[in-house]
């Protein structure tokens, strides 16, 4: 008995993980229009998430940001609207990095069976998209480029002006399906699941912050976690 209760005592404690968020993603009921504005029927019935502030070392402001994501039989929509009293972006260029700007980021996992690969789509305020495929949470494959990708903003404020107070700006994305076939062969019908995660980098170093969807429940605010990307249900 003496030596069951050593052993026992021996194992060590797993924190026990939060579940994974979820959300269910509406049909557009009419085409939508990419201009960066977010105020069409669809997006006014699409539900938003909230991200969250998680890492109390980073200096930034805690500038709220909204997502929503609708889709129909050519596209997965995004829409992201962000609270930003100082909106700054300097990179103009496809697959420049858009991260360390004002920027959106939306990962994306068609297949939740593997968790090794997945596609990352950062945008920064000026609507630059940084796309890539992000194998084993580390090495990204640059050269990928989605194709029929179309985004825009809107801005409210001036962009990369320091001395006024801006309020806003939102960003929207239609990413057309076949640059999903290598991991769904087919669009999603009603009922299928994906694995998402939605991030936002805001501010001017020193002073930055990342906000996120779902919790990557680490340290250091690294959002490549795709065991930890919440689940979206598609539905009509």
Do not use: C
């Amino acid at each position: 008995m003496r030596i069951l209760i050593a052993l026992s005592m021996a194992v060590p404690l797993v924190a026990a993980q939060s579940p994974v968020p979820r959300y269910e993603v509406k049909r557009a009921s009419a085409a939508l229009t990419i201009d960066g504005k977010l105020d069409e029927a669809a997006w006014t019935a699409a539900p938003a998430v909230t991200l969250q502030f998680l890492w109390e070392s980073q200096t930034g402001a805690k500038q709220m940001t909204r997502a929503r994501l609708l889709w129909d039989a050519q596209a997965l929509y995004v829409g992201f609207d962000a609270d930003d009293a100082d909106i700054t972006a300097q990179f103009q260029q496809r697959d420049d990095p858009t991260y360390r700007d004002d920027a959106v980021e939306i990962f994306i996992n068609p297949n939740p069976l593997q968790e090794v690969v997945y596609y990352g789509f950062e945008m920064n305020a000026r609507g630059v998209l940084y796309d890539y495929l992000n194998y084993n949470s580390r090495t990204l494959f640059k050269r990928f480029d989605a194709t029929g990708v179309k985004i825009a903003t809107s801005l409210r404020g001036t962009l990369n002006v320091r001395t006024d107070t801006d309020s806003g700006w939102s960003l929207e994305a239609m990413i057309p399906w076949p640059n999903f076939e290598e991991l769904s062969r087919r669009p999603p019908v009603v009922g299928a699941t994906w694995k998402v995660n939605f991030n936002r980098w805001d501010g001017v170093e020193p002073n930055r912050r990342m906000s996120i969807w779902s919790d990557p429940q680490n340290n250091e605010s690294w959002p490549h976690v795709p065991s930890r990307f919440g689940e979206i249900v598609f539905v009509n």
